[in-house]
């Protein structure tokens, strides 16, 4: 199974709510990433986390909140976003942080209105 | 600094043509180098890498790559287009030198369209 599972596909949120994205894999990889990805452009990464623990936070506003509750599931915690946070939000992992390719879910659309 | 340039916004080309999508990069160690695709509302798909060895590369869907290292550059290629190759490519690097590459950071390019036409 070389799949990662990203829910929900789509997602419309106004500036006041709290959501959560919910990314999943099952290949027994240890690092797992949150990017965003504005549209024809290349993913920004947001988050590394390894073996559950948070090795790089990329400058992310405090409005996005990562969570690793196991080394399967990774979170990503949406609290007073902007209109500008609207994007393709792409989860990833790999073997370990250090490790060669990344495998990429098929993203979250989000759109904060 | 790392750096990934892909010189071409949009490649066209009619099917059964061959194919190649550019890519120059800038490291300071021996370069991890990497393609991805992505079709339209959907995540990256992995192609092929380059991390030691040969220098031509093969991957899936019928694609290779060419590791030049005088010339850092790691083109994509295909010896004949399909319309479903129509997608977006995006080349990236790791560079085993950089901290940020050892705890994840890949670098990508900007990103290539591919356009094959019937």
């Known amino acids: 199974d070389t799949e990662v599972t990203q829910t929900p596909k789509h997602l419309v949120m106004g500036m006041t709510n709290k959501k959560s994205l919910k990314c999943e894999q099952h290949?027994?990889?240890?690092?797992m990433y949150w990017y965003k990805q504005k549209a024809k452009k290349p993913p920004e990464l947001m988050f590394v986390?390894?073996?559950?623990?948070?090795?790089i936070n990329e400058s992310v506003p405090s409005r996005f909140s990562p969570e690793c509750p196991n080394s399967s599931l990774l979170n990503l915690h949406l609290h007073a976003l902007q209109p500008e946070d609207s994007a393709l939000y792409l989860c990833?992992?790999?073997?370990?942080?250090?490790?060669?390719?990344?495998?990429f879910g098929p993203g979250t659309r989000l759109t904060v209105t | 600094a790392q750096s990934v340039a892909q010189p071409e916004d949009q490649v066209n080309v009619a099917e059964g043509n061959p194919l190649t999508v550019k890519c120059t990069y800038s490291?300071?160690?021996?370069?991890?180098l990497f393609w991805y695709v992505q079709y339209p509302n959907r995540g990256l798909q992995f192609l092929l890498k380059?991390?030691?060895?040969?220098?031509l590369v093969k991957g899936s869907y019928g694609f290779e790559a060419e590791f030049n290292k005088s010339q850092t550059s790691f083109h994509l290629k295909k010896p004949s287009a399909l319309v479903s190759d129509s997608a977006l490519y995006f080349c990236?690097?790791?560079?085993?030198?950089?901290?940020?590459?050892?705890?994840?950071?890949?670098?990508f390019g900007r990103g290539t369209q591919l356009t094959v036409w019937p």
């Open positions: 990833a992992s790999s073997q370990e942080e250090g490790s060669y390719e990344q495998y």
């Open positions: 290949m027994g990889h240890r690092a």
């Open positions: 986390y390894s073996y559950e623990k948070l090795s």
């Open positions: 490291v300071s160690g021996n370069p991890y």
């Open positions: 380059y991390i030691t060895g040969d220098n």
């Open positions: 990236a690097v790791r560079d085993p030198q950089d901290r940020g590459s050892t705890l994840g950071r890949l670098y």
